[in-house]
Nanobody, 127 residues
Framework: QVQVEESGGGLVQAGDSVMLSCVVSGRRTFDKYAMGWFRQVPGKEREERECVATINYSGDTAYYTDSVKGRFTISRDNAKNTVYLQMNNLKPEDTAVYYC????????????????WGQGTQVTVSS
């Protein structure tokens, strides 16, 4: 079993910055698997979660959806079993529940297959 726990969300104003963290524990060696951050807005189903950013097992390759390029940065600290999402210059359209996902694969592209999800953390950006 693998446990995934996000933190760091909240209510912020447009232009603010927020860092999300995701700690992974359990029966998976963290530094062998890719990770992803996803977001889900009201009215969308789980299968419609948008992949915001992905990072490969070693942290040297990352991908971003176009709407966040230049504003968001995904990183990981394999010694701490933690992946981060630094979000700068936030916009109201970034409002969503953000989920962290663990992939059973080491590599990644603009999306990543996830088999373990966190419970999500709400980010609300007011204008």
């Amino acid at each position: 079993q693998v446990q995934v726990e996000e933190s760091g969300g909240g209510l912020v104003q447009a232009g603010d910055s927020v860092m999300l963290s995701c700690v992974v524990s359990g029966r998976r060696t963290f530094d062998k698997y890719a990770m992803g951050w996803f977001r889900q807005v009201p009215g969308k189903e789980r299968e419609e979660r948008e992949c915001v950013a992905t990072i490969n097992y070693s942290g040297d390759t990352a991908y971003y959806t176009d709407s966040v390029k230049g504003r968001f940065t995904i990183s990981r600290d394999n010694a701490k079993n933690t992946v981060y999402l630094q979000m700068n210059n936030l916009k109201p359209e970034d409002t969503a529940v953000y989920y962290c996902g663990v992939s059973p694969f080491g590599g990644t592209t603009t999306d990543v297959y996830v088999d373990y999800w966190g419970q999500g953390t709400q980010v609300t950006v007011s204008s």
